[in-house]
């Protein structure tokens, strides 16, 4: 997990551009993680009030990842020719779709 208490930042600067890219991709991460945990707690909690309530936690979860990529995308497009790239590469493997979702990807 990535929590670190907030009172032990003594950063005073500004993040530059480079710095903002590379905290959005550990919130990112940070969000993969949070979605991998809650999934896997999902499986274990028998009362379905509960487990219903933490299912919608989980695609909390996932809407901050996405919120987290448009950040990514708006600071750093060139990321997503690679994502796109990716994807090509994939589909020729696994066959289905090569149309890549984010069609305004940079190529």
Request: no cysteine; hydrophobic share 35%.
């Amino acid at each position: 997990m990535f929590s670190n208490d907030p009172s032990t930042l003594t950063r005073k600067e500004k993040f530059d551009k480079e710095e903002a890219v590379r905290a959005i991709r550990n919130a990112i991460a940070a969000e993969i993680d949070a979605i991998n945990f809650y999934l896997q707690q999902n499986k274990y909690i028998d009362d379905e009030k509960l487990r219903k309530v933490h299912e919608d936690i989980t695609k909390e979860e996932m809407t901050h990842f996405g919120e987290f990529l448009r950040l990514l995308y708006q600071l750093s497009p060139e990321d997503f020719s690679y994502f796109k790239k990716g994807w090509e590469e994939a589909s020729k493997l696994i066959g289905g779709s090569k149309d890549f979702p984010f069609n305004s990807a940079h190529t």
